[in-house]
């Protein structure tokens, strides 16, 4: 992977319209009213940093509630001015994988290569069989567990160059955020969130322990009910199952792995969604002249690895991980698919960037679902294919405005976070609906998101819901955070 210069740190991957998010969960939506109210704004990205909350909406309070303005483009295919943040080349710190039955190893069993697909193959073969993931709840539970693993609290010092960053992450004050790859990406993407092909609202729950805050994805009971009726709309299952399809005509365990007697040529074993290979990646923010910065500890699923050999030297040479995301899009038939595909383009990009993701391969596909033909993007390039459009997209104001909007979003809790007592810690609710302007920010009432965590071990939406939590974070962790906290002492 390039990384000359500011332009070379960002990106891309190619977008998939049926294929759904695995390794980080979608938004809801579904906040209530709340007592008390401040306001920030940033209309330019990092030039206008957040101000802080006033005096009275820090006082105590049952519920407090900030808004954020989203800057908007300020014309066809312009940005507003801003000062640039810029983000560090991602690295891996851990991985993990999830087997047929959704049970997390914290091995790389789940890992595959990338082999090129034939054209013409059918992307509904197999569709019958699929094994489909449940949509339950799973918060930051395997992601967090793998950060434990990776650094254990009974080696001391840290026995590893991961458990070194993961240590420091924790221990040396710097402000750091823990939270899915996908959450990361809808805080980025959020200045043009409507004018995108799918505009949709979402929720994340936030909470601060010492300076590191936690990202989570709120999937209310509505949004919950939603993704279970999808499932009985066999038409948009069959469109999401081609980009499941696309993966296994694309991917295989190793290079000499043959397909069963009877099954296409390419094809590498039935759909079961359940199956993942992760992995957990450092990266920062940091801007340029006020000394900002933050540390930042991302997971989501890597689809495949180039296949050992020439191409894997080759990749080597140029510096990138080999790491492949796979797409699949309605072939490009008008000039408004391509404007609709090139809108999706900036999702994409921000993915396979923020997970350092160096090459995107798009599966393109006829009405009746044939694969017609594919094509490898690298991702660095990808800006380079919509700059001067109308409809051009700018990644570094969508980087310099989640920079500006995590800010905010600190500045807004720290004074009420600041608690030894775990069982004090607040959540707040980060939301963002049409008609896309505002972030709104609010913090829970007592009780709230107990009564939330309740309900929906009772209903059956957590995929855990014997795991003991504070907020949503795992009393395991925590009692992980305080081990290494007193080993620094």
Partial sequence: MKRSGPDDRLQVEASDTHKRSRAEPSAGADASPATETATATVTAGPSSRPEQPSAKARSPSPSYLFNLSVPRPAGQ?????????????????????????????????????????????????????????????????????????????????????????????????????????????????????????????WEMDVMLVDKTMYIDEHVSKARYDAQRAEEKDERRMLFSYYGYAFESYCVWPNARTLPEIGTPTAWSGNVNTNEQWCEVMKTGMDTKGDGGSTRVILGGE?????????????????????????????????????????????????????????????????????????????????????????HAWDPHLCTSFAYDALAWIRKSIESDSRTKNRDALPVWRLSFEPPFENFTLRRLRKGEYAKELDEGRTEGRERWADVQRMGFLPVEHLEWREAIAREQE
Avoid at 85 to 91: D, E, I, K, N
Avoid at 322 to 338: F, P, S, V, W, Y
């Fill in 77 to 201: 295919g312009q940005a507003p001015a801003y000062s640039r943040v810029y983000l560090r080349a991602p690295q891996r710190l851990t991985t993990y994988s999830f087997d047929g039955e959704r049970k997390l190893l914290l091995n790389d069993s789940a890992q595959r290569y990338f082999k090129a697909p034939p054209a013409g193959v059918d992307l509904g073969y197999g569709f019958s069989k699929a094994k489909w993931r449940e949509p339950k709840i799973e918060h930051l539970d395997t992601l967090l567990t793998s950060l434990q693993s990776a650094c254990p609290v009974d080696r001391h010092p840290p026995s590893s160059v991961a458990a070194s960053d993961i240590h420091r992450t924790l221990t040396d004050g710097t402000p750091s955020l823990i939270t899915w790859r996908g959450m990361m990406t809808k805080l980025c993407t959020a200045p043009y969130e409507a004018a995108s092909a799918f505009p949709s609202a």
């Fill in 302 to 390: 890597t689809d495949c690895l180039i296949e050992p050999g020439r191409e894997e030297g080759r990749a080597r040479a140029r510096g990138d991980r080999r790491a492949m995301e796979l797409k699949t899009n309605m072939q490009i038939r008008h000039e408004g698919d391509a404007i609709k595909f090139e809108k999706k383009m900036l999702r994409i990009y921000m993915q396979a960037f923020l997970l350092g993701v160096d090459h995107v391969v798009v599966g393109f596909r006829d009405s009746r679902g044939r694969l017609v033909s594919h094509q490898q993007f690298l991702t660095a390039n990808m800006p380079q294919l919509v700059r001067g459009k109308p």
